[in-house]
């Protein structure tokens, strides 16, 4: 698949101060990708660096395989993002919209405009009425701020902590948009976190960053199955899986349908209770903590 945007070997300092090193990745259309690392560990600043916002030291960023992306108002549009959004309290949400899609230098006649803003105030939940911004709640002031990142014809979405200060509910909310135009549109979306629980289940890779560099992980689904039985366990189970995985009355292995179903037909033909079946997945977080 072709990448829609790739780092290469980026380095960034901020006087003598080292944030970003020898940092690489690349993103293919339509995947979400998880940014994760502690707080002030340079998150932010890779996401500016992308942006054009900073420059950098050393190596190179491609977007749509053009380093000169960033001077491209063709390309720019392109790239939404979610970072410090600004947002005119005294106007009502359709009127911030139509200001950035003004700033944009686009202009439609008053129906096509009308039916654009008003679709993409749905995507995000929002109603075209007269109420000020400044009435808003935070959790629908961040959903403006998604609206806002999405004008244009925007295939990588730039997402900095999209989730801070949101309550369960907002941030759901949040999640299911990020899945409905990751799906739908083939958008590549980048989102920044330190609370890895907000993003986890919902990305394919985890990029995090540490001590100045980027580690990258798949999402590992995983399933350690472990079966917990009232009654001895037959030796043929043996047969089935490694020993070292079999006690008197634990059984554990990784999921695979095959591996499950014939360890099953196993305990049922002998007979053995079985008492109670866990089923646990890889945890992140603890990958996280271990960084
Ligand atoms: N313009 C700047 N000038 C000097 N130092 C900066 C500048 N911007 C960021 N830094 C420093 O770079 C480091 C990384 O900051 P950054 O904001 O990228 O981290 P972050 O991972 O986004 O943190 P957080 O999770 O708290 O938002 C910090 O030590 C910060 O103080």
Redesign the pocket.
Known sequence: MENILEVNNINKS??T?T?LEDVSFKINPGEIIGLV??????????M?CILGL?SIDAGEILFNDSSEYYKNKDLMDQIGYLLDCKLFENLSAYENIKIQEWYKGKRYKKEKEKAIIEDILNLVDLKNDNKKVKAYSFGMKQRLGLALALLGNTRLLIL??PFVGLDPVGIQIIRNFIIKMSKERNMAILI?S?QLSEIEGICERYLF?SDKRIKAYAYDERRKVIIYTKTQIPEEIKSIIQEKNVTNRVISFWFEEKVFNDVIKCLVTHNVIIKDIKLSKMSLDKLFKEE
């Open positions: 901020f006087g101060h944030v690392g502690r707080n002030g560990s340079g998150k932010t600043t890779l500016k900073i900095d902590e920044s330190h960053i």
